[in-house]
Nanobody, 119 residues
């Protein structure tokens, strides 16, 4: 399984970005997926996660509620993270991840895409 993340960039406070994560390879056994982010010196933190078979309860970090939205296009094997009302505290490298049965998802990782929010 290979994941290709894209969509990061520089945005002003209050702006929006949509991250994409395109998956390829053998995906038939992939059942969990989500987005994380990491800033220097901090632990990678889970933002949103879901399971395609309902095995696990969807997760959404409290600090992204109402601002970040997870979606996916199964026909394109792509998942998205729509991020609105961004603040400088959202500056980080964002990673997508998927899993076979792991929770939170983390068997396969994208390469990360940098999001920088200017004040």
């Amino acid at each position: 399984v290979q994941l290709q993340a894209s969509g990061g960039g520089l945005v002003q406070t209050g702006g929006s970005l949509r991250l994409s994560c395109a998956a390829s390879g053998s995906l038939v056994n992939i059942h969990t997926m989500g987005w994380y982010r990491q800033t220097p010196g901090k632990v990678r933190e889970l933002l949103v996660a879901t399971s395609s078979d309902g095995r696990f309860r969807d997760y959404e970090a409290s600090f992204v509620k109402g601002r970040f939205t997870f979606s996916r296009d199964n026909a394109k094997n792509t998942m998205y993270l729509q991020m609105n009302n961004l603040t400088p505290e959202d500056t980080a490298v964002y990673y997508c991840a998927v899993g076979l049965r792991s929770w939170p998802p983390g068997d396969y990782w994208g390469q990360g895409t940098l999001v920088t929010v200017s004040s």
